[in-house]
């Protein structure tokens, strides 16, 4: 009779108590062939331990390991937000996942978007697709240890997933979405902390989709914060939120921000709560 339990041979099982006692999340063919001191008894071991469900493949020559936590029988890894963290180091999951992870949003994105310095070409890991977007060193900072299911990941915090949301509205859906993220994160964010945050990415069009979007959800702040954040726009600067081609129901230029909205209200408010909000009035 088949069995799908996670057998161990004695190098095998060699490797897999080392990587135990040391803690030891993610494992490098290096690793293995310096612990079993032959790179080809190494590769075999590899072979075997991802066959059989102990090592998860990453990229080339990197694999997550599955600590007998995760059960006598091979299941795979199913944490997408673990191995997405695991691929790339340096690197910070974040925009649209981040979001869903926080709670800015009910919407689950289909893949996971990860931050990254470098190029990286996007990967189907254990069925799930991985996204990997370089980003400007000035734009990489911001992110957190978090624990989920026993794992540990490396995410954007919340007011840096709002910030990078802001700065890149295609990696979370789109207008409405991201209307629905400012909203969602106005319950958790401070935002003052967060205007300096988005000072930081030296980003014009960032700084205006958040002043009218802060405005549009009704998140309450000191007219002290709007106008700091208004005088951090150069006057002659314009940017656009939405499609390129404008439709006639579209809210059109917004002259406070500099901002055309080539989106209408009725799609932008579509998922946010009709209540008003009342939180986080900052001087």
Known sequence: METNLRTLGANEAKVVLSLREQAQSVVQTKDVIALLGSEPKARKVICNLVRKGWLSRLVGGRYLFLPPEHGPENLGENNILALASAVVEPS???????????????????????????????????????????????KFFGFESASLYDRTIAISSKTKTLIDCLDRPDLCGGPAELARIVYGAS??????????????????????????????????VSNELRTQLRKTIPKTTRSLLGNKARSPHDVGYVAEWGLFVHASNQDLLADVPRSPLKHHVCC
């Open 92 to 138: 910070y999951i974040g925009w649209w996942s981040a979001a869903s992870f926080h709670g800015f949003t009910t919407q689950r994105p289909m893949s996971v978007t990860v931050a990254v310095l470098r190029q990286v070409q996007p990967r189907i890991i254990e069925d799930h697709e991985i996204r990997f977007v370089k980003v400007a060193p000035r």
């Open 187 to 220: 319950r958790d964010v401070d935002p003052r902390i967060a205007v300096d945050t988005a000072r930081q990415m030296k980003s014009s069009a960032l700084l205006q989709r958040f002043g009218y979007l802060m405005d549009l959800v009704g998140w309450q």
